[in-house]
């Protein structure tokens, strides 16, 4: 095995091992026995388990952040298409790279050079903003309430995301889930009501209201 197959191997060990076991539960003696190599091999190659585990969070990172903002960008797609691809794209990850998907998302963060899973989400939510804020300047909705919907958009997908990935085995296909999610969204938003007001419960009539003196 060349240098270069080593250190593959070793990062996907690695990261079965770590989604599997998280940081501190992974130990240097494991990752190289699960390789059928020594543990100065490990240490030559990363400079610890601290050192493979950022290799591997970057890597996936990146891999994530690609996919989705190759996805969002796409030319001379509409708003509810962009929701389409961005929540394929998510979900496309998490269906090709579970492991690397539950090692980023379980919030590491300084070890990437390219940040976490809250910077693909804040990325995510920058782009989405800017496509709410367009599409709400076409109506009588606030553009400056978009940077929150935005939110609102990116943490359903981002959550229906992680759910999915705990229970792909219910059946459930990943374009259904995508489907149902982009059918939330989009006709959510359709009918978003311009000064929205909370349905509070009328207070009881025959009793009598507290006047806070004592």
């Known amino acids: 095995m060349t240098r270069a197959e080593r250190r593959e191997q070793l990062i996907e060990v690695a990261r079965g091992l770590f989604a599997e076991r998280g940081l501190e539960g992974t130990s240097v003696e494991e990752i190289a026995a699960h390789a ?9 190659h990363f400079g610890g388990k601290e050192g493979l585990y950022a290799v591997v969070v970057d890597r996936e990172v990146r891999a994530l952040h690609t996919a989705i903002r ?11 298409r962009l929701i389409e691809l961005g929540t394929l794209a998510l979900l496309d990850y998490i269906d090709a790279c579970p492991d690397g998907f539950l090692i980023i998302s379980r919030g590491s963060s300084a070890t990437s050079p ?11 939510a920058s782009q989405a903003e800017d496509l709410l804020a367009g599409q709400f300047s076409k109506t009588a909705f606030d553009p400056a309430l ?4 935005a939110q609102m958009l990116v943490g359903l997908v981002a959550l229906t995301g992680q759910w999915w990935l705990d229970n792909r085995d219910s059946g459930l296909a990943k374009d259904l889930v995508a489907a149902h999610v982009v059918n939330l969204a989009w ?3 359709r009918h978003l009501e311009t000064a929205p007001k909370l349905q509070r419960p ?3 009539a025959g009793v009598a209201e507290p006047d806070g003196v004592g």
């Open 114 to 124: 390219e940040g976490s899973f809250a910077t693909i989400l804040s990325d995510v």
């Open 70 to 80: 190759s996805a969002l960008t796409t030319p001379h797609a509409g708003a509810r």
């Open 36 to 44: 059928e190599v020594s543990k100065p091999v490990v240490y030559e």
């Open 146 to 149: 978009a940077p929150m919907y």
């Open 187 to 189: 006709n959510g938003m």
């Open 202 to 204: 009328a207070p009881d």
